[in-house]
């Protein structure tokens, strides 16, 4: 699919993905906010908010100030949420959730990837919890995402351990490529927002994704590739006889996920304060 989709075994490169509007449609916290409903985690007025949050994310996301907002909140929001009990609803709804909203064209660039000798990792704001089970749905080597405390309770304690966001995600590539001997100038990146930026400056190949305006300015100026994602996909439908890939996803960080399924709550609130103001 891709033009300049090489062979390069050696040294060894990686193709690194945002996930949300990237890789999958919608987004991947906001997407399990009726499941986290179902499981007692939230109430029915977030659900009614996340789904407006749903609505303005897909019309054009969040903003560096909204996203600051999120991750201050995040603490307060899933203070308490038993860890074990997001995974479950998590594994139990994923299939039916993510499957049909995963872009065909991105899976056929995952699929190019591995194919070409790369790693494939999705670094992601959202936590891991949601994260992971996403990546080994499909066939990612390693996941980078957003992880908060966990008590000796098994809850989260609301304390915010690592953000992946902005230069956090670049800083986490340049990391692993240290770390796995990856040669930065042969990687590719993949991202829909130009908070990901540091992100596609970091690696030799990077790609605009159904960028927000921001990022369309940025990648046309840089003469950066602008890939249109719009088919989604069900897994199924692409392979008849489809399981989970057996290649294992080698977490590269880990916790909340589910926190961050309530962010709608976060950009609801800060827009109702702006619109008072």
Same mark, same amino acid.
């Given at each position: 699919m891709l033009k300049g989709v090489e062979n390069h075994l050696s040294p060894r490169a990686a193709a690194f993905f945002d996930l949300d509007k990237t890789v999958i449609a919608k987004s991947s916290t906001?997407?399990?906010?009726?499941?986290?409903?179902?499981?007692?985690?939230?109430?029915?007025?977030?659900?009614?908010?996340?789904?407006?949050?749903?609505?303005?994310?897909?019309?054009?996301?969040?903003?560096?100030?909204?996203?600051?907002?999120?991750?201050?909140?995040?603490?307060?929001?899933?203070? /308490?949420?038993? @860890?074990?009990? !997001?995974?479950?609803?998590? $594994? =139990?709804?994923?299939?039916?959730l993510i499957d049909p909203i995963i872009y065909d064209e991105a899976a056929t660039l995952i699929e190019?990837?591995?194919?070409? /000798?790369?790693? @494939?990792?999705? !670094?992601?704001?959202?936590? $891991? =919890?949601?994260v992971e089970p996403i990546g080994e749905l499909l066939g990612a080597d390693r996941v980078v995402a957003t992880r908060m405390v966990v008590g000796d309770d098994g809850c989260f304690t609301g304390e915010v351990e690592y953000y992946a966001y902005g230069p956090t995600k670049a800083e986490a590539v340049r990391e692993l490529a240290a770390s796995e001997g990856y040669d930065l100038s042969r990687c590719y990146a993949y991202s829909d927002s130009v908070t990901d930026t540091p992100m596609l400056e970091a690696v030799?190949?990077?790609?605009?994704?159904?960028?927000?305006?921001?990022?369309?300015?940025?990648?046309?100026?840089?003469?950066?590739?602008?890939?249109?994602?719009?088919r989604p996909v069900r897994l199924k439908q692409r392979f008849p006889a489809f399981s989970v890939p057996p290649r294992p996803a080698l977490v590269a960080a880990a916790a909340i996920g589910a926190a961050a399924a309530t962010a709608g709550l976060v950009w609801y609130a800060s827009r109702r304060r702006s619109t008072v103001a």
């Open positions: 906001l997407t399990f906010s009726k499941s986290f409903y179902q499981g007692g985690l939230i109430n029915r007025r977030a659900v009614l908010r996340t789904a407006y949050s749903q609505f303005v994310f897909l019309a054009g996301g969040a903003d560096h100030d909204q996203m600051e907002r999120m991750r201050k909140y995040l603490s307060a929001l899933c203070r /308490g949420w038993n @860890v074990e009990q !997001v995974k479950e609803i998590v $594994a =139990e709804t994923l299939h039916d190019e990837h591995h194919t070409a /000798g790369r790693d @494939v990792v999705i !670094v992601s704001t959202s936590g $891991a =919890e949601v030799g190949h990077p790609h605009a994704v159904n960028p927000d305006r921001a990022l369309r300015r940025e990648a046309l100026a840089r003469e950066w590739p602008i890939l249109d994602f719009h």
